[in-house]
């Protein structure tokens, strides 16, 4: 499969995003999630490229040939955490068992006094991270998201959580500019998330052993964190089936230093670090693996060297 994840078309409408929140709302969660079951028919049917990346996705992960059953499930789980994001971002946590876990790695990053960079993946839910609002409202989060990839999308989560629509970082803007904002608001304090997962073409990435192949991972956001000289956590909020979603937190470093001999050989040592956390998660919660395309593939990524390479960083970490 040649189409990279940037040139997929949206897999839904603004218009059909509200019908099923509206739905949701009126009728409750258990009730939307029985639509959830015609959309995963769907969806099946409808979207070949993302079909072949789940098959190619579990022979990876399970070492056999992947069965028509597991892809169902695959999609299956992706629009029930598709559906939870409109009960998340709306602060509707009361409907949910989140368990969080690594809390005390988190509270020792804020207690520095300054901004933490929370770095995430397309594994799982990471609006589940939303739950530091009940347990510290005065922590505010900001979040880095590529607008345009998924507009209508983001278009309609917007509009459940405006206070939230308004603290976002746009990561489709000029990099240098998202670089300046994401200081800005590390500055204040802030929890800046972004998801570090997926390269885009053109960025410098290494190519770091995942699920026992070589996968391109980019190198852009941990130059970010090494120049900004902030914490840096990894977190991973798996769905578990059901109202249950666990939230894991782990210190990555407290201050990400690069020695200038050896900049490009630490670097990659550090993209690879990251890789092992990810595989892990993933091993340990396969259904969750969101990235429906063949994240494997190298052709699309080149290396890309200069001055722009940490502003860069914000666009590889704004995927929605």
Known sequence: MKQQWLERPEGGTAFGYKLISTFAKLCGRSAARLVLYPITFYFLVRRGPERRASREYFARITGRKATLWQVVQHIH?????????????????????IRVFGLDELRTAWARQ?????????LGSFDALRVLAQLRPDVQVRVVIDLEQNAALSQFLNALNPALARSIINARREGMLNALAIKEALDEKALVTLLVDRARPGNEVALCDFLGCPAPFPIGPWQLAAALKVPVVLCFGLYRGGNRYDLYFESFADTLAVERTRREQ??????????????????DAPYNWFNFYDFWQTEASRPARGADDAAGAVRDGGNA
């Open 77 to 97: 789980c992706f629009a029930s955490v598709t559906l939870d994001r409109a009960f998340l971002l709306s602060e509707s946590f009361k409907r949910f068992d």
């Open 114 to 122: 300054q901004g933490v960079l929370v770095f995430g993946s397309h």
């Open 266 to 283: 630490h670097l990659r040592e550090v993209t690879a670090r990251f890789a092992d956390r990810l595989a892990h998660y993933t091993r």
